[in-house]
T-cell receptor, first 114, second 113 residues
């Protein structure tokens, strides 16, 4: 069965510092991995995805994520955080065995302090 | 370019009442989904559809029904609302399965009293 874990409910970082939001996953086949961001009172917005190829994936707003197959992780990163990055971040996974469903993590709230 | 549109945005229901949430997408996406979002639980899949005329159950389908009579619309029905169905409901669509990401609507905040 598919599952996604985001071990941190909240991440606090100072503006200008690098940030990491952690995600680990479990799937039967090969994973398709996604990150989404949710701003207050809004729907989720797609940030980036990993399907195959380079382990470092670049996405919107300067975010990137690193796929690590041996550690079954897909951590979201940004070299220099902005106050406007403060939001709720969701990791999601789907496997390549023909399933139609994407499983979402519980979310990690990111606070960037000026 | 509207993307995914959900109506209504807010609703308060009394226990036992029924209602239908509407989702419309203008991107010609094949797949559509209904999720509910509850604090600390992330998004849980209620029902989904992989094409016009098809529907399937997700993780938490009890108490909900869906219909996909037209490709662009996906309706979520609550036949007899319960307080446990108080939640924020999100509709999403995707071009297909596999590596396609989702486009989400802005959500419907439902309170059942």
């Amino acid at each position: 069965a598919q599952s996604v874990a985001q071990p941190e409910d909240q991440v606090n970082v100072a503006e200008g510092n690098p940030l990491t939001v952690k995600c680990t996953y479990s799937v039967s086949g090969n994973p398709y991995l996604f990150w989404y961001v949710q701003y207050p009172n809004r729907g989720l917005q797609f940030l980036l995805k990993y399907i195959t190829g380079d382990n470092l994936v670049k996405g919107s707003y300067g975010f990137e994520a690193e796929f690590n197959k041996s550690q079954t992780s897909f951590h979201l990163k940004k070299p220099s955080a902005l106050v406007s990055d403060s939001a709720l971040y969701f990791c999601a996974v789907r496997d390549d065995t023909g399933g139609f469903k994407t499983i979402f993590g519980a979310g990690t709230r990111l606070f960037v302090k000026a | 370019n509207a993307g995914v549109t959900q109506t209504p945005k807010f609703r308060v229901l009394k226990t036992g009442q029924s209602m239908t949430l509407l989702c419309a997408q203008d991107m010609n996406h094949e797949y559509m989904y209904w999720y509910r979002q509850d604090p600390g639980m992330g998004l849980r899949l209620i029902h989904y559809s992989v094409g016009e005329g098809t529907t399937a159950k997700g993780e938490v389908p009890d108490g909900y029904n869906v219909s996909r009579l037209k490709k662009q619309n996906f309706l979520l029905g609550l036949e007899s609302a319960a307080p446990s169905q108080t939640s924020v409901y999100f509709c999403a669509s995707s071009l297909g399965g596999g590596g396609y990401g989702y486009t989400f609507g802005s959500g419907t905040r439902l309170t059942v009293v």
